[in-house]
């Protein structure tokens, strides 16, 4: 992943189907990019995607009957909607940023 795909987000996904190649067709049409591809057996496979395509590949997995399963999200985009979950480390790290500029200065 680079710094432009972390900034956005990636969704590690596992897709459990019968016919994986009839899927990634169906996804390449859509112009859906896909990373770091990995065949697990017959029936599974892994691969990550943009945070942006995932409406576009449940959309797809649902017409055609393809189990998908969320592995992980990564990123940057991710650690931030985290972040703005829990306010008082927020608060935290921002007066730590302020106080870090703002010490050497005096």
């Known amino acids: 992943m ?3 795909h972390s900034i956005s987000g990636m ?8 016919d994986t190649t009839a899927f990634l067709e169906r996804l390449h049409d859509r112009g859906v990019v896909i990373y770091r ?8 496979m892994k ?3 943009l945070r942006q ?3 576009k ?8 009957g393809v189990q998908i399963t969320i592995l992980s999200k990564d990123g ?6 985290e972040l703005m979950h829990r306010p008082v480390m927020l608060v935290g790290v921002i007066l730590m940023m ?9």
């Open 37 to 44: 591809a990995q065949v697990v057996d017959e029936l599974e």
């Open 2 to 4: 680079d710094f432009w």
């Open 53 to 55: 395509d995932l409406q």
């Open 57 to 64: 590949v449940n959309e797809i997995a649902g017409k055609i």
């Open 76 to 81: 940057i985009y991710w650690r931030l909607s």
């Open 47 to 49: 691969f990550q995607i």
């Open 11 to 18: 969704i590690t996904l596992k897709v459990f189907s019968a």
């Open 98 to 106: 302020l106080l870090t500029i703002l010490i050497p200065t005096r």
